[in-house]
Structure formats: structure tokens, C-alpha cells
């Protein structure tokens, strides 16, 4: 008990460092920062983390199934075609750069193509968890990646819609002008009353999928089962309440713990000399992201920041606040990163564990 407490008191304060200094995903990454650091120090986790596990699976699979709602599937409905284009984009993506790891390295296929996939850092360490790949490994690829595409994307959106905008007298940012004028500003949401009966409802609902997706044995079963069950209450029932955001916080650090303590000295060294191969790789596959944008650009007429940034390779709410602040549409964007994850998460899983079993 008393490991446990040492190992949540450390993550928390990660979380809280990284929060204060504003860094992305504070929870996952400031957790994982200062747990690895203890764990490197020679305090590892004295404490069952398949516990810890199973909690994470559970509150990740609620949380993007519920941003399947039937609000979501409506608007989905104007965008099937750029949803299949970025979906299948992606996949391709994943499994050229994961092709590209297994060449240029010496790491197992199945935690050379679980790192390279364009999936959550939480997803896919609960997949790199469920397939018995290397966690630690995973767990730097994806960190590396979502920090690359973080930084990157921001900056080829600011210059390449001030190119277009210098060359071809392209509106800066089209999104807002091409709205007609009578409509709404923002999207309503629906208020939820504050009642513990739609909780237990939404957590009884959570835990039944999430135990028949173990039961079943399917790829990520928690994960992916919770995630269909609560999504198909939000189809059938109407939109469920929010989860609350301070449990999803508990989650994420959960994983960081999770993550950090599968790294230890020998999986850094044997990270060194890979280090110029990832980050070509990586720079590869943000490319790839960036003409898919473009693509999606001359399908849509849509601006360069909403299509940029719907096929960025970072997280779904990373990539939805910023595009609100480089003025893209932050509810397409919302949309089609969540078809992203979610085929990523049905897709993957199953594909790997024919390939790899």
C-alpha cells in the first residue's frame, strides 16, 4: 500500500508540474516523466499494476465512446467520403511507418508497429499491454510522435496558410468567411441533469461491455468493449452525462504509471542508437499527414487548418483546441479525429493479432 501511495503521489505531482508549465497531455506525459525518473532512481512500483490496468481500460474505452453520439453520426453523414479518406490514410500511414521501424531497427514487429501507429499514447499502451509487445518501447515511440506532431503541425498551418494567403490571395482563415450568416456560432450542447442514477446507469453499461470484450477475448477487450457499449447507449438512449473529466485525469495517470515502469536504463540505451532512424521515420509520416491534408483540402475547399489538422498525427483534443486558435473548424476536426482513433482502435488490434499471434 504504502509503494502505491509513493507511486501516486510522484505521478500526481508530474501531473501538476506539467500542468503548471503548460505541456501537452500533462497528465500521461508529467506522470510518466517523474514516475520514470523514481523508477530509474531505483524505486520501482512495488504494487499490482494489472489493477491499475484494467481501471484505465474501462474510463479511456467510456470516454471515446462517448464522443459517439447521434449528434456526431448526423454531421458524420455530410462527411462520409473525408471520413474513409483520412481513416484508410491513416492506416496506411501506421503500417508503412511501422514497416519502415521493423527494417531500420532490431525491435520486435509487433512493438515496432504498435509504436508507429497514429493512435492515443493511452490507447496503444494498453494495446502494447494486451499484444505482450515492449510497453517501454511503445511508450517512447508514441510520446515522440505525438510531441513531433504537436509542434509541427501548428507551424506548417501558420506558414503554409500564409503562403497560400501571399501567392494566391487566399483568405487567412476561410473557415469563419465561408459560414453563411444565418448559421449558429457555436453548437448547443445538451445539459444533463446532475443525477448519480445516469451515472451508475453509464458505469453499469461501461463495465458489462468492458467485461464481454475480456470475456470474448477480443484485441483490447476492456478497452474496445467498453468503448462499443457506451457508444451504443449514446445511439439508443440518447447522449449519456460527461464523464467526469477528473476520473479521464486518474486514467491518463494511471497509465503514466503504467508506462514508466517498463522503462529502465537498458530500454534508454537501447533507444540511443535508434534515435536518428525514429526521427526520420517520424518525419516521414508527419509528411505523409501533411499531403494527406492537402488532399483533403482540394476534395473539400475546406481551409488549410481544419484539413491539416483533421489528418494531424497528434491527439484528438489536442488537435481540436487548436484548432479553434488557428482558426480552423474545431467540430470537424473533433469529428474526424475521433473516426480516426476509433478505426484505429477496431482496425489495429485485430489486424495485429492475426499478424503477430
Not at 499491454?129 to 509541427?152: G, H, P, T
Not at 498551418?157 to 487566399?170: I, M, N, Q
Request: charged letters at 10%; one cysteine or more.
Amino acid at each position: 500500500m504504502t509503494g502505491f501511495i509513493i507511486a501516486l503521489l510522484t505521478a500526481s505531482a508530474g501531473y501538476w508540474v506539467f500542468l503548471l508549465l503548460r505541456f501537452p497531455v500533462p497528465a500521461i506525459l508529467g506522470s510518466l516523466f517523474f514516475s520514470a525518473a523514481l523508477n530509474l532512481a531505483g524505486y520501482p512500483p512495488r504494487f499490482p499494476l494489472q489493477y491499475l490496468s484494467w481501471f484505465s481500460n474501462v474510463v479511456i474505452g467510456t470516454y471515446v465512446g462517448q464522443r459517439v453520439t447521434r449528434s456526431s453520426v448526423r454531421i458524420l453523414r455530410e462527411l462520409p467520403v473525408p471520413a474513409i479518406i483520412i481513416s484508410a490514410g491513416m492506416v496506411a500511414i501506421s503500417l508503412a511507418g511501422g514497416g519502415l521501424l521493423v527494417i531500420m531497427s532490431d525491435l520486435p514487429p509487433a512493438t515496432a508497429f504498435i509504436g508507429s501507429t497514429t493512435g492515443g499514447i493511452a490507447e496503444m499502451t494498453l494495446l502494447a499491454i494486451a499484444l505482450e509487445a515492449d510497453v517501454a518501447s511503445v511508450s517512447i515511440l508514441q510520446i515522440f510522435r505525438l510531441l513531433a506532431a504537436i509542434m509541427a503541425t501548428p507551424f506548417f498551418c501558420r506558414k503554409w496558410t500564409a503562403w497560400r494567403s501571399d501567392r494566391y490571395g487566399e483568405a487567412a482563415l476561410p473557415c469563419k468567411a465561408e459560414a453563411a450568416p444565418s448559421e449558429p456560432k457555436t453548437v448547443p450542447t445538451q445539459k444533463f441533469c446532475v443525477n448519480p442514477g445516469n451515472y451508475i446507469f453509464l458505469a453499469a453499461a461501461a463495465l458489462a461491455g468492458a467485461f464481454t470484450g475480456y470475456a470474448l477475448r477480443l484485441p483490447v477487450g476492456i478497452l474496445t468493449g467498453a468503448m462499443a457499449a457506451v457508444a451504443a447507449l449514446n445511439l439508443t438512449r440518447g447522449e449519456q452525462p460527461p464523464m467526469p473529466m477528473k476520473l479521464r485525469t486518474v486514467a491518463q495517470v494511471g497509465i503514466g504509471i503504467i508506462m514508466a515502469a517498463n522503462i529502465t536504463p537498458d530500454t534508454l540505451s537501447t533507444f540511443l542508437p535508434l534515435a536518428l532512424p525514429i526521427a526520420g521515420i517520424t518525419a516521414a509520416m508527419l509528411s505523409a499527414s501533411f499531403l494527406l491534408g492537402c488532399l483533403l483540402h482540394k476534395m473539400t475547399g475546406w481551409n488549410y487548418p481544419t484539413c491539416l489538422l483533421s489528418t494531424s498525427l497528434g491527439g484528438l483534443s489536442q488537435m481540436a483546441i487548436i484548432s479553434e486558435e488557428m482558426g480552423g473548424d474545431p467540430l470537424k476536426v473533433s469529428i474526424l479525429q475521433t473516426v480516426r482513433l476509433i478505426t484505429i482502435l477496431v482496425v489495429f488490434p485485430l489486424l495485429l493479432t492475426v499478424l503477430f499471434s
